[in-house]
C-alpha cells in the first residue's frame, strides 16, 4: 500500500502536460518506443492531436522501480482549458499530489494559477516544474521568481526539465515518491470509490474511471451508484496501461476501471460515489456519499440545425450517441420557423460547443448551423414561482415577471502591463465590476472582475486577445445568478414577431443591439412590391426602425406631355395600389438573413 502514489499534470493550454505524460511513459517502460509512433499518447482523439489540446482527461499507471522498491504510479492527465475545470476538479480529488507544469518562456498563466488554486483547496502536495528549458526564449530565472512571488513556492523546490528532450524527467518522478503521500488507509467494512470520469464503450457500455478510497472491488460483486440510485453487477475490473488491462480486483488507494453493462452515461455520473457493504443488501440501504458531488451545469446554449431538413433524423441519433460520452451535454427538441426542426444544446463553454459541433460534423457526417450562443436565466414570476430557461421564446409576458436573474462570473486575467488600461476599459463596456489588480512582477498584472456571462459569450475573448496582442490569458468560474434590468428584445419583419431572433438583453444595450440587427436585415431581404418595416421592440415600444422601399414601376413613363394633373392622378392610384398590397402582403425571411444575425463571430 506504501507504495502507491496518485497524482495528476495541472497547468495551462499549451505548457507541455501532454508532451510530460510522454516521457513518464518512456522512463517507466509502460511503453516501448516502438509503440510510440506519435506524440500525446495519451491524447486519444484525431481531433485532440490536430489541435494539440487536451479535452478528456486520461488515466495510466506506471511502474517503476526506485531505491531497490517498486512503486505504482496513477497518473491523471487533466485539460487545460477553463470549459473543462470541472473534470480537471474531479482528477484532483482523486489523488494526493499534483504537478504544477510552467512553461519556462511564457511564465505563469490565468489557467495556471485558477488549477494552482484548486489543487491547494483540495490539499494537494504539489511539485512545481518548469518546462521547455531547451527554447531560445526560455527564462528559468524570471519565472523561478515569478512562481515564488505568486504562489509562494520556494525557487529550491522547482525543477527545470524540458519535456520533449527528456531533460531531468527522472528527477520529476523521484520527486513524486519523496514528496506525494501514499493513499491513506481506512479500516472499515465499507467499500466506497470515487467516480472521476466515466465513458461510453461501444463493447463493454459503460466504464466507470474511479478512484477506491477503501475497500476491495472485483468481478461479481453488486454496487451501488449512491447519488443515481443505480444498482448494478461488476463485469470487469482493470488498470490503464494506457489501454484497458483487466484484473483480479482493485485495492483501497489504486485507480482503475469498474465495467458495469450499464447503457447510460447519466447513471454513472463524475463525481458519484459507489459504494458496497459486506453482508448488506445494496438495493435496501444506503452509505454516506463521498464530499464535493455536484451535478455539472451548462451555462451556454445554443440551437443547432441541419442545413438539410430531412437529416433532422441522423442529428437526433447523432446527439444520442454523443451524450452517451459526454455528460455535460444537455439537448430538447427546438423548431424554428426559419431553420426548421433542430435541437436546443447546452454546453459547458465556448470551446465545449465548438468541439462538440466539429465532433458531430466530422464523425457522423453532418453539415450542422449553429446560432448565437445564449446563457440561462432564472425567473420569479408574480406568483412566487421559479422558471429557469434558456430560449428568449420561454420568457413569460413582462405582468408576469417579477425580476430576472443571470449568471453572473468570476473572471482573472494575465497581462502585460502596457495593455492594463485596454482590457480594464474593455471590462467595463461589458459591465464588468472591479474588483482586484495585482502586481505578479514588474512585467504582468492579474485583473479580477466580475461579469455577466452574457457579456462574455460570443466575441469576449477574440477582443481580448485583440486588444493585447495575443498576449492575454484568461480564466473564469461562476459566482452566482444576480438581479439584472434584463428585457427581451424582438425583432418585427412587417409587423410580425420573428421568434429565431429574440433574445434576452440588458436594457442599456438594448436599443444599440436592436438598431445593428435591423440595418444587418435591410441589406439582406429582398425588396418586395410594398414598403417593409423592419422594427426592434421591448414589449411594446419600438426602440429602433429600418424600412426597406418598394419596388416602383414607372406608371408615367407613357405620358408624353399635357396638364401635370393627368401625371398625380396616375401616382395616387399606384400609392393606394401600394397600401393595399401592404395590408395583404406576405414577407419570406430567406435563411441567409437569419443565418447572418444568428451566426456566431458574424
Given at each position: 500500500?506504501?507504495?502507491?502514489?496518485?497524482?495528476?499534470?495541472?497547468?495551462?493550454?499549451?505548457?507541455?502536460?501532454?508532451?510530460?505524460?510522454?516521457?513518464?511513459?518512456?522512463?517507466?517502460?509502460?511503453l516501448s518506443s516502438r509503440e510510440m509512433k506519435h506524440g500525446?499518447?495519451?491524447?486519444?482523439?484525431?481531433?485532440?492531436?490536430?489541435?494539440?489540446?487536451?479535452?478528456?482527461?486520461?488515466?495510466?499507471?506506471?511502474?517503476?522501480?526506485?531505491?531497490?522498491?517498486?512503486?505504482?504510479?496513477?497518473?491523471?492527465?487533466?485539460?487545460?482549458?477553463?470549459?473543462?475545470?470541472?473534470?480537471?476538479?474531479?482528477?484532483?480529488?482523486?489523488?494526493?499530489?499534483?504537478?504544477?507544469?510552467?512553461?519556462?518562456?511564457?511564465?505563469?498563466?490565468?489557467?495556471?494559477?485558477?488549477?494552482?488554486?484548486?489543487?491547494?483547496?483540495?490539499?494537494?502536495?504539489?511539485?512545481?516544474?518548469?518546462?521547455?528549458?531547451?527554447?531560445?526564449?526560455?527564462?528559468?530565472?524570471?519565472?523561478?521568481?515569478?512562481?515564488?512571488?505568486?504562489?509562494?513556492?520556494?525557487?529550491?523546490?522547482?525543477?527545470?526539465?524540458?519535456?520533449?528532450?527528456?531533460?531531468?524527467?527522472?528527477?520529476?518522478?523521484?520527486?513524486?515518491?519523496?514528496?506525494?503521500?501514499?493513499?491513506?488507509?481506512v479500516d472499515d467494512d465499507e467499500t466506497k470509490a470515487l467516480i472521476f470520469d466515466s465513458v461510453y464503450d461501444p463493447y463493454k457500455g459503460i466504464v466507470a474511471y474511479v478512484r477506491l478510497m477503501q475497500g476491495h472491488l472485483e468481478r461479481g460483486q453488486k454496487i451501488k451508484f449512491l447519488n443515481t440510485k443505480?444498482?448494478?453487477?461488476?463485469?470487469?475490473?482493470?488498470?490503464?496501461?494506457?489501454?484497458?488491462?483487466?484484473?483480479?480486483?482493485?485495492?483501497?488507494?489504486?485507480?482503475?476501471?469498474?465495467?458495469?453493462?450499464?447503457?447510460?452515461?447519466?447513471?454513472?455520473?463524475?463525481?458519484?460515489?459507489?459504494?458496497?457493504?459486506?453482508?448488506?443488501?445494496?438495493?435496501?440501504?444506503?452509505?454516506?456519499?463521498?464530499?464535493?458531488?455536484?451535478?455539472?451545469?451548462?451555462?451556454?446554449?445554443?440551437?443547432?440545425?441541419?442545413?438539410?431538413?430531412?437529416?433532422?433524423?441522423?442529428?437526433?441519433?447523432?446527439?444520442?450517441?454523443?451524450?452517451?460520452?459526454?455528460?455535460?451535454?444537455?439537448?430538447?427538441?427546438?423548431h424554428s420557423g426559419a431553420l426548421g426542426h433542430g435541437f436546443r444544446c447546452g454546453f459547458l463553454g465556448l470551446l465545449h460547443l465548438d468541439i462538440v459541433q466539429e465532433r458531430l460534423e466530422r464523425e457522423y457526417n453532418l453539415d450542422l448551423i449553429v446560432t448565437a450562443p445564449s446563457v440561462s436565466y432564472e425567473v420569479l414570476q408574480s406568483d412566487g414561482t421559479e422558471l429557469r430557461i434558456s430560449n428568449p421564446s420561454e420568457l413569460p409576458e413582462p405582468n408576469y415577471v417579477q425580476e430576472i436573474r443571470e449568471p453572473w462570473m468570476k473572471v482573472e486575467i494575465l497581462v502585460p502591463k502596457e495593455y492594463i488600461g485596454a482590457v480594464m476599459k474593455l471590462l467595463n463596456e461589458r459591465r464588468g465590476l472591479s474588483k482586484n489588480v495585482q502586481y505578479l512582477d514588474e512585467q504582468r498584472v492579474n485583473v479580477i472582475y466580475e461579469i455577466p456571462l452574457a457579456s462574455i459569450v460570443v466575441d469576449f475573448y477574440d477582443e481580448l486577445k485583440s486588444i493585447s496582442s495575443g498576449y492575454a490569458s484568461m480564466s473564469y468560474e461562476f459566482l452566482e445568478f444576480?438581479?439584472?434590468?434584463?428585457?427581451?428584445?424582438?425583432?418585427?419583419?412587417?409587423?410580425?414577431?420573428?421568434?429565431?431572433?429574440?433574445?434576452?438583453?440588458?436594457?442599456?444595450?438594448?436599443?444599440?443591439h436592436g438598431g445593428v440587427v435591423c440595418k444587418r436585415l435591410k441589406e439582406i431581404i429582398p425588396k418586395a412590391q410594398f414598403e417593409i418595416p423592419l422594427q426592434a421592440a421591448i414589449g411594446g415600444k419600438i426602440i429602433a426602425r429600418e424600412t426597406i422601399g418598394s419596388f416602383r414601376k414607372d406608371v408615367t413613363g407613357y405620358l408624353y406631355g399635357g396638364d401635370v394633373s393627368r401625371k398625380n392622378k396616375l401616382l395616387d392610384k399606384q400609392k393606394k395600389g401600394k397600401k393595399r398590397m401592404k395590408m395583404f402582403g406576405k414577407v419570406e425571411v430567406p435563411q441567409k438573413a437569419f443565418l447572418a444575425v444568428l451566426k456566431k463571430n458574424d
Open positions: 500500500m506504501k507504495n502507491i502514489r496518485n497524482f495528476c499534470i495541472i497547468a495551462h493550454i499549451d505548457h507541455g502536460k501532454s508532451t510530460l505524460a510522454d516521457r513518464f511513459l518512456e522512463v517507466t517502460g509502460t500525446q499518447m495519451l491524447d486519444t482523439m484525431d481531433i485532440e492531436q490536430e489541435r494539440g489540446i487536451t479535452i478528456k482527461l486520461q488515466p495510466v499507471r506506471m511502474d517503476w522501480n526506485h531505491g531497490g522498491k517498486k512503486y505504482q504510479l496513477n497518473l491523471i492527465d487533466t485539460p487545460g482549458h477553463v470549459d473543462f475545470s470541472y473534470e480537471v476538479s474531479r482528477s484532483l480529488a482523486a489523488c494526493e499530489g499534483a504537478i504544477l507544469v510552467v512553461d519556462a518562456s511564457q511564465g505563469i498563466q490565468a489557467q495556471t494559477l485558477a488549477n494552482c488554486y484548486m489543487a491547494l483547496e483540495n490539499n494537494l502536495t504539489i511539485i512545481p516544474v518548469l518546462n521547455k528549458i531547451d527554447l531560445p526564449a526560455a527564462e528559468p530565472e524570471r519565472r523561478a521568481i515569478e512562481i515564488e512571488n505568486a504562489l509562494g513556492i520556494s525557487r529550491d523546490e522547482i525543477i527545470c526539465i524540458s519535456a520533449k528532450e527528456g531533460t531531468n524527467v527522472e528527477k520529476v518522478l523521484e520527486r513524486v515518491i519523496e514528496k506525494v503521500p501514499p493513499p491513506k488507509i443505480a444498482v448494478t453487477d461488476i463485469i470487469e475490473v482493470g488498470c490503464f496501461k494506457p489501454k484497458y488491462k483487466a484484473l483480479d480486483g482493485l485495492d483501497s488507494g489504486e485507480v482503475g476501471y469498474i465495467v458495469t453493462g450499464m447503457k447510460s452515461v447519466a447513471d454513472s455520473r463524475v463525481g458519484d460515489t459507489i459504494w458496497r457493504k459486506e453482508g448488506v443488501n445494496v438495493k435496501e440501504s444506503d452509505g454516506t456519499p463521498l464530499p464535493g458531488y455536484k451535478r455539472v451545469t451548462p451555462f451556454v446554449y445554443a440551437g443547432i440545425f441541419c442545413t438539410e431538413g430531412e437529416d433532422y433524423p441522423l442529428l437526433r441519433d447523432a446527439l444520442e450517441k454523443f451524450s452517451l460520452n459526454d455528460s455535460a451535454l444537455t439537448f430538447e427538441p427546438e444576480r438581479v439584472g434590468d434584463l428585457v427581451r428584445l424582438d425583432i418585427l419583419v412587417h409587423h410580425e414577431r420573428i421568434d429565431a431572433l429574440s433574445i434576452i438583453i440588458h436594457r442599456s444595450e438594448a436599443h444599440y
